[in-house]
């Protein structure tokens, strides 16, 4: 059964940084581009960044480019999030999820998310 | 604020067929893009629900089902059961095709 466990998250004082681990089973990770989608408490959900099933391609949202890195280890099977400068606003679960391709009837390829991790709490707070 | 607007909550009783919307404008699902369904139990993983505006799963009973229509998306919820409460999320993508996610609809069974 393929699964997705998050890691790594607790508090940290503003401007420290930390860095979560995603490990991941039951399906070929190396094949798979990952993303790491964060939820704030009591609100909506916010894409943060993917990379590619070979590490080549990092794409990363505005609000977080520059302070957040991600990377993967395709021999350990899991995907990192390292955070630095870390705000007060990045308080939130951050959810690991493996992206799904399909195409459209005029053959332009999107994505789904058709896994997700429980997630792990980052609280940024002095 | 999310860009992609759903109602905060929405309730039911038992039985009853209730729809979720989730509305965008002419720079995301206006645009074409389509719209995928995620339902999230409190403290659980996110679950994939609906995907390309009208495609089940495998394994989601077929009392859930999805529209679309110009620049707003639909989720319909027939039969509801105890079992459904959850809050509901729209996904679709923005200019530069990163996710864009509704703010989440709080599904009451009464």
């Known amino acids: 059964q393929a699964q997705l466990v998050e890691s790594g998250g607790g508090v940290v004082q503003p401007g420290r940084s930390l860095t979560l681990s995603c490990g991941t089973s039951?399906?070929?990770?190396?094949?798979?581009?990952m993303h790491w989608v964060r939820q704030s408490p009591g609100k909506g959900l916010e894409w943060v960044t993917l990379?590619?099933?070979?590490?080549?391609?990092?794409n990363y949202a505005e609000s977080v480019k520059g302070r957040f890195t991600i990377s993967r280890d395709n021999s350990k099977n899991t995907v990192y999030l390292q955070m630095h400068s870390l705000r007060a606003d990045d308080t939130a679960v951050y959810h690991c999820?493996?992206?799904?391709?399909?195409?459209?009837?005029?053959?332009?390829?999107?994505?789904?998310?058709?896994?997700w991790g429980r997630g792990t709490l980052v609280t940024v707070s002095s | 604020q999310s860009v992609l607007t759903q109602p905060p909550s929405v309730s039911g009783a038992p039985g009853q067929r209730v729809t979720i919307t989730c509305t965008g404008d002419?720079?995301?699902?206006?645009?074409?893009?389509?719209v995928h369904w995620y339902q999230q139990v409190p403290g659980a993983a996110p679950k994939l629900l609906i995907y390309?505006?009208?495609n089940r799963p495998s394994g989601v009973p077929d009392r859930f089902s999805g529209s679309k229509s110009g620049t707003s998306a639909s989720l319909a919820i027939s039969g509801l059961q105890a079992e459904d409460e959850a809050d509901y999320y729209c996904?679709?993508?923005?200019?530069?095709?990163?996710?864009?996610f509704g703010g989440g609809t709080k599904l009451t069974v009464l």
């Open positions: 999820a493996r992206e799904e391709i399909y195409y459209d009837t005029s053959g332009y390829s999107y994505w789904y998310y058709d896994l």
């Open positions: 039951g399906f070929t990770f190396r094949s798979s581009t």
């Open positions: 990379i590619s099933d070979d590490g080549n391609i990092k």
């Open positions: 002419n720079s995301n699902i206006g645009t074409g893009y389509d």
């Open positions: 390309a505006n009208i």
């Open positions: 996904q679709s993508y923005d200019s530069s095709l990163s996710a864009l």
